[in-house]
Structures are given as structure tokens and as C-alpha cells.
């Protein structure tokens, strides 16, 4: 079966304003170097629907989200943090995001694709149950999740989070849920400044120092989450994909490189096959590089792709 590859032109409209590193180019520039591969031809493509008010109230506070749209303007910029501002685009493209991920989880459900990777923004990791966030305002990867659990029936999903900022608002989410196992790498201490302790078997937390290199890495997801994946043996895989804990970032400190991501991915998708049917959805998080982010996401969806 093919990969799915879901987008939307909206994500692209969403701006926090000029020099800000989130910025639109970021799903332009992963398009352009899957397109130079010869990848693009081989996936396929879908448009993400708006996600609907049912599908946001499953991990969000129904205030919030009556808040956010509440606050969205009609031109310039509001800001929700120092970091996180809205446009007039903006609560349209947190839609899309969002649904990318539901029509991600149902198309690899039903059998349409093996797996899908969602290339939108804004990212999600860090969207609180009732608080935008960190770049964040709908938690993609939770929404996508708990769709899995509540519409399809699955009773073990994983989540594996990989950016170099710890998840916080998706462990806050599916913390008290015995169906959700959490796996996150992340550099510490580091913005949000959260993330311990680790509930056993369920929430696993794997601080790094910086200049951490790969081989520390590797040796600490195989001694953290491949026995935890090996134990819970869930039914479909959720991948928060960041890609700034790569050594050019320059908003972090770790120093991994384009064959760690490349590791990393062989081994979701490894799990993926042994656990779960080879059932995934990835989500794009973090990375604001014009160069390694690109290359190491085009190298993850090639790899999901099977090339």
C-alpha cells in the first residue's frame, strides 16, 4: 500500500510575522526536496478537512476553543504568548492541522495507505487541553489519537515524540489515560522545562543534555522505549516528528545528525510492523533549518514510503 501524504494550502497562509521560525517556508521547502527525489510521484496526496468541534473536544476544554475563535483577528497579529500569535489565517490553518491528522488515521485505518505523513502547520506537541502554546494551538497528534480510540476502537495507541522540546501538552493530555502510552526524547532543561517524572510503562521520559551525541541516543532509545513498546504493543503508532534536535538547529543543543533521524525512523517503523500492522501516522513538529529539516523530513517520509 502507499504512503499518504496530506497538506493544505491554508497552513501556508498562517504567519506569526517576519523572522519568526516557525514560518510558512517550512512545508515548502520539505515539498521541494521530495519533489527533487522523485518521491512526491509516489505518494498519495490528500487535503486536509477542517477538523470538527467533536474531534478538538476530545483533547481540548470547550472555553478554549470557544477563546480561541473568539480571538482570532481580522488582519494583523494577536498574540497569545510571546511565542505563539495568530493571524487571520491562522484558526483555519490549526483546522486543517488537526484534521490532517484525523484523515490521516482514518485512511490508514480503512486501508487506503499504509501509513501517512501530515505535513502542516501549525505544529501540535505543545497545545495544552486549554492553553496555546510553544508555536501550538490544536494538538494534532493527540486529536488523531484519540479519534483512533473514541471513532475506530483501538485500546492501545502510542505516541513517540521525538522533537527536541518535550511534549508537554501531549503527556498533559494523555496522562491519566491508561490507553495512551507516551514516549518522548527531548534536550533538558529546555523550553517548556517540563517532562519529569515518567510514569512507569506508560509516560517515558528521556532527558538529554546538550551535545548529546548519536550514539548516546540511540543507546538510550534502545534502553527506553523499545522494551516500553515491546511491553504495551500498541495497536497503531503516533509519531510527533521534530526534527530540531539536529546538530545545525540553532534553537537547541543536541547533535544529531541526518543518519540518526534516518535510525530512528527504521526503528518506528520497525515497531510499527512488529506491533501495530505497520498502522503510523507522523506529524510534523518541530525543525527550522533550510536545510537539515527539510532533508532529514523528506529522508523520513522516503523511508515511510518504503524507498
Same mark, same amino acid.
Given at each position: 500500500?502507499?504512503?499518504?501524504?496530506?497538506?493544505?494550502?491554508?497552513?501556508?497562509?498562517?504567519?506569526?510575522?517576519?523572522?519568526?521560525?516557525? =514560518?510558512?517556508?517550512?512545508?515548502?521547502?520539505?515539498?521541494? @526536496?521530495?519533489?527533487?527525489?522523485?518521491?512526491?510521484?509516489?505518494?498519495?496526496?490528500?487535503?486536509?478537512?477542517?477538523?470538527?468541534?467533536? $474531534? *478538538?473536544?476530545?483533547?481540548?476544554?470547550?472555553?478554549?476553543?470557544?477563546?480561541?475563535?473568539?480571538?482570532?483577528?481580522?488582519?494583523?497579529?494577536?498574540? *497569545?504568548?510571546?511565542?505563539?500569535?495568530?493571524?487571520?489565517?491562522?484558526?483555519?490553518?490549526?483546522?486543517?492541522?488537526?484534521? =490532517?491528522? #484525523?484523515?490521516?488515521?482514518?485512511?490508514?485505518?480503512?486501508?487506503?495507505?499504509?501509513?501517512?505523513?501530515?505535513?502542516?502547520?501549525?505544529? /501540535?506537541?505543545?497545545?495544552?487541553? /486549554?492553553?496555546?502554546?510553544?508555536?501550538? !494551538?490544536?494538538?494534532?497528534?493527540?486529536?488523531?489519537? @484519540?479519534?483512533?480510540?473514541?471513532?475506530?476502537?483501538?485500546?492501545?495507541?502510542?505516541?513517540?515524540? !521525538?522533537?527536541?522540546?518535550?511534549?508537554? /501538552?501531549?503527556?498533559?493530555?494523555?496522562?491519566?489515560?491508561?490507553?495512551?502510552?507516551?514516549?518522548?526524547?527531548? $534536550?533538558?532543561?529546555?523550553?517548556?522545562?517540563?517532562?519529569?517524572?515518567?510514569?512507569?510503562?506508560?509516560?517515558?521520559?528521556?532527558?538529554?543534555?546538550?551535545?548529546?551525541?548519536? $550514539?548516546?541516543?540511540?543507546?538510550?532509545?534502545?534502553?527506553?522505549?523499545?522494551?516500553?513498546?515491546?511491553?504495551?504493543?500498541?495497536?497503531?503508532? !503516533? #509519531?510527533?516528528?521534530?526534527?530540531?534536535?539536529? #546538530?545545525?538547529?540553532?534553537? =537547541?543543543?543536541?547533535?544529531?545528525?541526518?543518519?540518526?533521524?534516518?535510525?530512528?525512523?527504521?526503528?518506528?517503523?520497525?515497531?510499527?510492523?512488529?506491533?501495530? /500492522?505497520?498502522?503510523?501516522?507522523?506529524?510534523?513538529?518541530?525543525?527550522?533549518?533550510?536545510?537539515?529539516?527539510?532533508?532529514? =523530513? @523528506?529522508?523520513?517520509? $522516503?523511508?515511510?514510503?518504503?524507498?
Amino acid at each position: 500500500m502507499p504512503t499518504g501524504f496530506i497538506q493544505h494550502p491554508a497552513c501556508r497562509q498562517h504567519d506569526m510575522g517576519p523572522g519568526h521560525p516557525a =514560518a510558512p517556508r517550512r512545508l515548502s521547502l520539505i515539498e521541494d @526536496a521530495l519533489a527533487a527525489n522523485g518521491v512526491m510521484d509516489l505518494l498519495r496526496l490528500y487535503e486536509a478537512p477542517l477538523a470538527t468541534r467533536e $474531534q *478538538l473536544e476530545r483533547v481540548h476544554q470547550p472555553a478554549y476553543l470557544d477563546s480561541l475563535a473568539a480571538r482570532s483577528p481580522a488582519e494583523g497579529l494577536v498574540h *497569545l504568548d510571546p511565542d505563539t500569535a495568530m493571524n487571520a489565517h491562522t484558526l483555519e490553518a490549526a483546522h486543517r492541522a488537526a484534521g =490532517a491528522a #484525523v484523515m490521516a488515521t482514518d485512511r490508514v485505518l480503512d486501508g487506503s495507505v499504509q501509513n501517512a505523513f501530515c505535513c502542516v502547520r501549525p505544529p /501540535g506537541h505543545h497545545a495544552m487541553p /486549554g492553553e496555546a502554546m510553544g508555536f501550538c !494551538f490544536f494538538n494534532n497528534v493527540a486529536v488523531g489519537a @484519540a479519534h483512533a480510540l473514541a471513532v475506530h476502537g483501538l485500546e492501545r495507541v502510542a505516541v513517540l515524540d !521525538f522533537d527536541v522540546h518535550h511534549g508537554n /501538552g501531549t503527556e498533559a493530555i494523555f496522562e491519566r489515560d491508561s490507553r495512551v502510552m507516551v514516549c518522548s526524547t527531548y $534536550q533538558h532543561p529546555l523550553y517548556p522545562f517540563s517532562g519529569a517524572p515518567s510514569i512507569p510503562g506508560r509516560i517515558i521520559n528521556v532527558e538529554l543534555p546538550a551535545e548529546t551525541r548519536g $550514539q548516546d541516543y540511540r543507546l538510550a532509545i534502545d534502553t527506553f522505549w523499545r522494551p516500553a513498546l515491546e511491553r504495551f504493543r500498541p495497536q497503531m503508532i !503516533f #509519531v510527533s516528528a521534530g526534527f530540531d534536535a539536529h #546538530v545545525e538547529d540553532p534553537y =537547541a543543543d543536541l547533535l544529531l545528525n541526518d543518519r540518526d533521524f534516518e535510525w530512528l525512523t527504521d526503528l518506528i517503523l520497525e515497531a510499527a510492523d512488529r506491533h501495530a /500492522g505497520g498502522r503510523l501516522v507522523s506529524c510534523l513538529e518541530g525543525g527550522y533549518t533550510a536545510g537539515a529539516m527539510p532533508r532529514c =523530513a @523528506a529522508r523520513h517520509v $522516503q523511508l515511510l514510503a518504503g524507498i
